[in-house]
């Protein structure tokens, strides 16, 4: 026996437990389980059910037991997972010119880097603006732009839409409309850049926003006044929300050429520009409250 375990030994027989397995104690009572309480039925009250309508938010959704119920849990799972997929969404390449756009591009390599380095994707790359100074029309009054951001599902669908709406009120209203364009892997603040090289009045920049839940098709529009690098978000006007079950293309259209329209008349934008003229025409894009969104139901439970 080595020293260590003679000396183990001896302060066992010091401390009266030289025996390491000692008698077991006697186990105590367990209890019965408890009486199965079966959880209570799954409802809505009648306050949750009024403030529902009034937003997309899971409000008063209520519970079974101590959980969820399945269809809330199942709804939730398929909204994230279309928010998921639309930010995971890449524009493919040759889709701008399939569409009949000047393709652009950030100077960000691929998705990775777009979602980590938002300042690449506010400047373009090299032969991004050798192409734009060679073929884009110059002193234009309006320079729209569609663009991926962090939805091109949205781009692909309701991009097109809004851009040639968009287009069509701003030549009814007699102004200039630049070349249509298309840029992968844009932040906002490239409309910047763009609008500056081709001396555009006013730039707007249509692109993907971040998706919500159940909203991966959502598009945003910013629009700044004498566009320039160096710009920030105070100078822009915003707005957000725009797709089918939100505000339609033909309706937000309408409402960017007005807000454009006023931007030129007053020589400005952003917090200095003044919308109270035009509210009752640009309905919430003034500010005011949205009108309630329909919830589209994903997942429907057998019950």
């Given at each position: 026996?080595?020293?260590?375990?003679?000396?183990?030994?001896?302060?066992?027989?010091?401390?009266?437990?030289?025996?390491?397995?000692?008698?077991?104690?006697?186990?105590?009572?367990?209890?019965?389980?408890?009486?199965?309480?079966?959880?209570?039925?799954?409802?809505?009250?009648?306050?949750?059910?009024?403030?529902?309508?009034?937003?997309?938010?899971?409000?008063?959704?209520?519970?079974?037991?101590?959980?969820?119920?399945?269809?809330?849990?199942?709804?939730?799972?398929?909204?994230?997972?279309v928010a998921h997929?639309?930010?995971?969404?890449?524009?493919?390449?040759?889709?701008?010119?399939?569409?009949?756009?000047?393709?652009?591009?950030?100077?960000?390599?691929?998705?990775?880097?777009?979602?980590?380095?938002?300042?690449?994707?506010?400047?373009?790359?090299?032969?991004?603006?050798?192409?734009?100074?060679?073929?884009?029309?110059?002193?234009?009054?309006?320079?729209?732009?569609?663009?991926?951001?962090?939805?091109?599902?949205?781009?692909?669908?309701?991009?097109?839409?809004?851009?040639?709406?968009?287009e069509k009120e701003?030549?009814?209203?007699?102004?200039?409309?630049?070349?249509?364009?298309?840029?992968?892997?844009?932040?906002?603040?490239?409309?910047?850049?763009?609008?500056?090289?081709?001396?555009?009045?006013?730039?707007?920049?249509?692109?993907?926003?971040?998706?919500?839940?159940?909203?991966?098709?959502?598009?945003?529009?910013?629009?700044?006044?004498?566009?320039?690098?160096?710009?920030?978000?105070?100078?822009?006007?915003?707005?957000?929300?725009?797709?089918?079950?939100?505000?339609?293309?033909?309706?937000?259209?309408?409402?960017?050429?007005?807000?454009?329209?006023?931007?030129?008349?007053?020589?400005?934008?952003?917090?200095?520009?003044?919308?109270?003229?035009?509210?009752?025409?640009?309905?919430?894009?003034?500010?005011?409250?949205?009108?309630?969104?329909?919830?589209?139901?994903?997942?429907?439970?057998?019950?």
């Amino acid at each position: 026996m080595s020293v260590t375990r003679e000396m183990i030994e001896a302060l066992r027989i010091r401390i009266g437990a030289s025996r390491p397995l000692s008698e077991p104690r006697p186990a105590s009572a367990i209890e019965p389980p408890p009486k199965r309480v079966f959880p209570n039925e799954y409802e809505r009250s009648a306050y949750a059910q009024r403030a529902a309508e009034h937003t997309t938010a899971l409000v008063g959704i209520g519970n079974v037991g101590t959980r969820y119920a399945t269809d809330v849990v199942l709804q939730f799972q398929a909204e994230l997972a279309v928010a998921h997929a639309a930010v995971a969404t890449v524009l493919p390449e040759g889709w701008a010119t399939a569409n009949g756009l000047l393709d652009l591009r950030s100077r960000v390599r691929d998705h990775h880097e777009y979602l980590l380095r938002p300042d690449l994707g506010r400047r373009l790359d090299e032969s991004s603006l050798a192409a734009l100074r060679a073929n884009a029309v110059p002193g234009v009054d309006v320079q729209p732009i569609v663009a991926d951001g962090l939805s091109a599902v949205a781009c692909m669908g309701s991009g097109l839409e809004l851009l040639e709406a968009f287009e069509k009120e701003c030549r009814a209203r007699g102004w200039s409309v630049g070349t249509p364009m298309a840029a992968r892997y844009a932040r906002v603040w490239l409309e910047d850049e763009i609008g500056q090289t081709v001396g555009a009045r006013v730039a707007c920049i249509i692109l993907g926003e971040r998706p919500g839940l159940g909203t991966g098709d959502g598009l945003s529009a910013y629009m700044v006044y004498e566009p320039r690098i160096g710009k920030t978000d105070g100078d822009r006007n915003m707005m957000s929300n725009i797709h089918p079950r939100g505000t339609p293309p033909p309706e937000a259209a309408e409402r960017l050429a007005l807000v454009a329209g006023a931007m030129m008349e007053q020589r400005t934008s952003g917090v200095d520009l003044d919308l109270s003229r035009i509210e009752d025409r640009i309905g919430d894009a003034a500010g005011g409250l949205r009108a309630p969104q329909v919830r589209e139901q994903l997942v429907e439970v057998a019950r």
